[in-house]
Nanobody, 120 residues
């Protein structure tokens, strides 16, 4: 299992950002993809998940209305888009999928992280 994320992003407040996570080594549509972020000096914060099989999503209440998860099954790539960015959104964003043996279905493998910086 390998999850490869897109590169660092710098955005102004109020803008949007879209981070990608390309999956390989397993059947993309058979496992949920979770998204987690970690702000400087803070712990991990779960944002929600997507079922790539049918696009079904579940969002943490804090992010509802401002975050959108999508998945492209043709490229086995999941995306998170965050709009109306503010400085508090500065964080490293991670995707998480099944473990290497696929027995662990959640948070078993992680992308390398994408730094998103919101600053004017």
């Amino acid at each position: 299992v390998q999850l490869v994320q897109s590169g660092a992003e710098l955005r102004n407040p109020g803008a949007s950002v879209k981070v990608s996570c390309k999956a390989s080594g397993y059947t993309f549509t058979s496992y949920y993809m979770d998204w987690v972020r970690q702000a400087p000096g803070q712990g991990l914060e779960w944002m929600g998940r997507i079922d790539p099989k049918d696009g079904g999503t579940k969002y943490a209440q804090k992010f509802q209305g401002r975050v959108t998860f999508t998945a492209d099954t043709s490229t086995s790539t999941a995306y998170v888009e965050l709009s109306s960015l503010r400085s508090e959104d500065t964080a490293v964003y991670y995707c998480a999928g099944p473990g290497p043996d696929l027995a662990t279905t959640y948070f078993g493998s992680w992308g390398q992280g994408t730094q998103v910086t919101v600053s004017s």
